[in-house]
């Protein structure tokens, strides 16, 4: 059964920071790898979608990496600001077939003080 | 990507009572799914929203419990039944169009069964 972790579980740093955010998974046989933002009493905005090919994925100051082998991926957010404070989320994609049913981490509840 | 609305936002139950929960999308999409999050916790998938024809329910949920239509490729319900309160938790409904593309999440409806 797929595990997925996420390390911290709660993570506070200044502003202007780089932000480095963990998530391992068990089962390396994944059809891709998403990164979440959920904010306060809100829903889950998509970041970052890997497909199990890709090394990496960029949007503005956000940069996701993925090693299938070692069952990782890091998501990197350049030059923190107040407004990234929120709970990241990854899930894991499990086959084609089951495209949609996302395994997901705990979450890393991150905090970037002015 | 897809505007996804939930109503309601959030209500408050007594034990023994049914919610039924809309979930509209300004598009149509190919996958319509609802998940879980219990006080605390991660997301779990209960069921996959399928058009046309009874759902596909994950391990541990039931469709007596978690009764799902989709009349069509924009709209679906989830019914939560003879409610306790275990069943307090906020509850998802996602979108998709299938293979290569990423999972978009609506606000969520917050449900406390008291």
């Known amino acids: 059964k797929q595990e997925v972790t996420q390390i911290p579980a709660a993570l506070s740093v200044p502003e202007g920071e780089n932000l480095v955010l963990n998530c391992s998974f068990t089962d390396s046989a994944i059809y891709n790898l998403q990164w979440f933002r959920q904010d306060p009493g809100k829903g889950l905005t998509s970041l970052l979608l890997?497909?199990?090919?890709?090394r990496e994925q960029t949007s503005g100051r956000l940069n996701a990496s993925l090693d299938k082998s070692s069952g990782r991926s890091t998501l990197y957010i350049a030059a923190s600001q107040p407004g990234d404070s929120a709970t990241y989320l990854c899930?894991?994609?499990?086959?084609?077939?089951?495209?949609?049913?996302?395994?997901f981490g705990a979450g890393t509840q991150v905090v970037v003080t002015p | 990507s897809a505007v996804i609305s939930q109503k309601p936002s959030r209500d408050i139950c007594q034990r023994g009572t049914s919610l039924t929960i809309q979930c509209q999308v300004d598009?149509?999409?190919?996958?319509m799914f609802w998940y879980r999050q219990q006080p605390g916790q991660s997301l779990t998938l209960i069921a996959t929203?399928?058009?046309?024809?009874?759902?596909?329910?994950e391990s541990g949920f039931v469709i007596d419990k978690f009764p799902i239509s989709r009349p069509n490729l924009t709209f679906s319900t989830l019914t939560v039944s003879n409610m306790s309160p275990e069943d307090s938790s906020i509850y998802l409904c996602?979108?998709?169009?299938?293979?290569?593309?990423?999972?978009?999440f609506g606000n969520g409806t917050r449900l406390t069964v008291t």
């Open positions: 890997i497909q199990s090919s890709q």
């Open positions: 598009s149509q999409v190919t996958m």
């Open positions: 899930a894991v994609g499990r086959t084609t077939d089951s495209w949609g049913k996302l395994q």
């Open positions: 996602s979108v998709g169009d299938g293979e290569g593309s990423p999972l978009h």
């Open positions: 929203a399928n058009q046309g024809s009874e759902a596909t329910y």
